[in-house]
């Protein structure tokens, strides 16, 4: 059994009660504090992987426009579809560029 002693972060609910997580690997065992330990029971245990996936997260599109300038591949990013598609407009225009795509990802706000 390897025990290590991880410090809270600040968005932990036990975060100012306790000082560390003791964990066994990466399963959670207990609590310490200045007067000995506590079982994760005692003040809420860590929340579980499904509390998590329901958390909803902020989140915002960023897309990326990919193209071709004389056979080199190039790429710009956008946080608007409205800027993109004044770009590329502009840049359709040029005969030396070729092979749009555009990928729409996900990032955290």
């Known amino acids: 059994m390897q025990l290590s002693y991880q410090k809270l972060g600040t968005d932990h609910p036990m975060y100012g009660k306790v000082e560390y997580l003791v964990a066994d690997g990466m399963q959670p065992v207990c609590y310490k504090t200045k007067e000995g330990y506590l079982p994760l029971e005692a003040g809420g245990s860590t929340p579980s992987a499904q509390q ?34 004044k770009s590329r407009a502009k840049l359709e225009a040029k005969f030396f560029i070729t092979d749009f795509k555009v990928t729409e990802y996900k990032t955290v706000a």
């Open 52 to 85: 998590v996936a329901q958390a909803e997260v902020q989140t915002r599109p960023l897309y990326v426009l990919s193209f071709m300038v004389n056979g080199e591949k190039e790429e710009m990013t956008f946080g608007s579809m409205k800027k993109l598609d």
